[in-house]
């Protein structure tokens, strides 16, 4: 494994006597294909300590909706089966605050805490109080990108132009074959003091439970070898929400379900998938993930108007009073209840069947600006719709998308117009020139109809 993904969060001398190494799994949920957990295993052996992985679900999904606390937890019985039976001891912690996270990892008295990757101000969050209140070695390992966030870039790029030939020239060094994992040379031999799996709590008016998605790794495998035997023909038609065209990856990358980089060489693998697809799909798959991760990672006001560029900050703000044909609250734009049936077909997508069309988030986002009285009220609402219903919310492709829809973020200026300055601007009548909307609406329709009342 390549030291650039490692980032050393604090070197530490040994304690007198470590008991242990510990790999805290707060993002890459997956036993297989996991640069940190073969981190730590490689790092146990070498001390010839026992090998320890932790889960805390408070700790993976501090910002999550109760849907999204959900699908993971579906996920954790096989993980621990996974993982068990390659001789690796699963350890889950109920707590819901870091203090008491690392009151449990101090126990274990770790030579090394490792833990994943996340360019998320609340899992940075988390992982600055785990320091504050632990003495052990920390390293984060990027297993998110396949070429490493600090190593892409020191900088927050102005666009996928200017990250694109960053990343293809490292590419190479970085899109390897994972190793095998094997068992740890040794074994805890004290009480794990594991907590027993509880069902995450719902909250008043949390989202429905998803089952369109099955949750887990094999699942994921499952979908990525479907969209790669199946589907990836299709790929060249992925902005037309009427064909099934996209992966449906993204609910299992955002939850480390299934690695990007085994994405990246199954497709490249596969003898038969056209060059054009292959390329498309490993621009957005690969350039424009990892270009999202580095914005958030670089823009802590990822989340906020404050991060747009400054042409669309004076752009917004010169618009700011420009009156709105329709304003819309909050619940109205939850409940899909706009004049405008293609947007609404977008929100039930999202509403119900837990994640939108990537052409439609575009489009999505865009209107939710042209219907709220101002900026920072369609940023606020757009990305509580996003993490409050999408089973890959709280992310950082969630995040820029946002921010490139209402802020101009990784776009440039276009033809000044209301409201929107010169903001890119989308409408009914553009999406009715690229694919047949009225079939859109109708599959939504159909869709959730199908769902089990």
Not at 270 to 294: I, M, S
Request: glycine letters at 4%; aromatic letters at 10%.
């Amino acid at each position: 494994m390549r030291t650039e993904r490692i980032h050393m969060v604090r070197k530490s001398l040994l304690p007198k006597t470590p008991q242990s190494v510990i790999y805290w799994m707060r993002c890459e949920h997956r036993v297989q294909d996991n640069w940190a957990l073969l981190y730590a295993l490689q790092q146990a052996n070498d001390q010839n300590l026992p090998l320890l992985v932790l889960f805390c679900l408070s700790g993976s999904t501090p910002q999550g909706s109760y849907r999204q606390k959900k699908f993971l937890f579906d996920s954790l019985t096989e993980l621990q089966s996974s993982l068990e039976k390659v001789g690796i001891q699963f350890l889950n912690c109920n707590a819901h605050k870091p203090k008491e996270l690392a009151e449990l990892i101090t126990i274990f008295t770790p030579s090394l805490l490792v833990t994943d990757h996340s360019a998320l101000k609340p899992q940075r969050l988390w992982l600055h109080a785990i320091k504050e209140h632990t003495e052990c070695a920390i390293a984060e390992v990027d297993g998110r990108n396949i070429v490493p966030v600090r190593y892409a870039s020191n900088k927050q790029e102005y666009a996928a132009r200017t990250i694109r030939p960053k990343i293809h020239r490292l590419l190479e060094q970085f899109l390897t074959p994972f190793p095998k994992l094997t068992a740890p040379q040794q074994v805890w031999k004290g009480s794990l003091r594991s907590e027993p799996l509880t069902t995450p709590q719902t909250e008043q008016n949390s989202p429905s439970v998803l089952t369109n998605f099955k949750s887990g790794e094999k699942a994921a495998q499952d979908v990525l070898n479907h969209f790669v035997n199946k589907k990836i023909y299709q790929y060249l038609h992925r902005n037309d929400p009427t064909k099934n065209a996209l992966s449906n990856l993204s609910p299992y990358l955002h939850f480390g379900m299934v690695s990007a980089q085994r994405a990246v060489l199954t497709t490249l693998d596969h003898p038969q998938v056209p060059a054009e697809a292959k390329e498309v799909f490993l621009e957005e798959l690969v350039v424009r993930r990892e270009l999202a991760d580095n914005f958030c990672f670089y823009n802590p006001q990822y989340d906020s108007t404050d991060c747009f560029p400054k042409w669309a900050q004076e752009t917004l703000t010169k618009h700011r009073s420009d009156p709105r044909d329709y304003l819309y609250s909050l619940k109205e734009l939850e409940q899909g209840r706009t004049h405008d049936p293609l947007w609404n077909a977008a929100q039930q997508e999202l509403l119900y069947l837990g994640k939108m069309h990537g052409y439609m988030r575009m489009y999505w986002a865009k209107k939710i600006l042209e219907w709220t009285a101002s900026p920072e009220e369609a940023m606020h609402h757009a990305i509580y719709l996003n993490d409050t219903y999408s089973l890959d919310g709280v992310d950082s492709n969630g995040y820029t998308g946002i921010a490139w829809s209402i802020g101009g973020i990784h776009d440039r200026p276009w033809r000044e117009r209301a409201i929107f300055g010169t903001i890119r601007y989308m409408n009914y009548n553009g999406a009715k020139r690229k694919f047949n909307v009225e079939e859109y609406i109708q599959q939504v329709t159909d869709a959730v109809k199908k769902l089990p009342t």
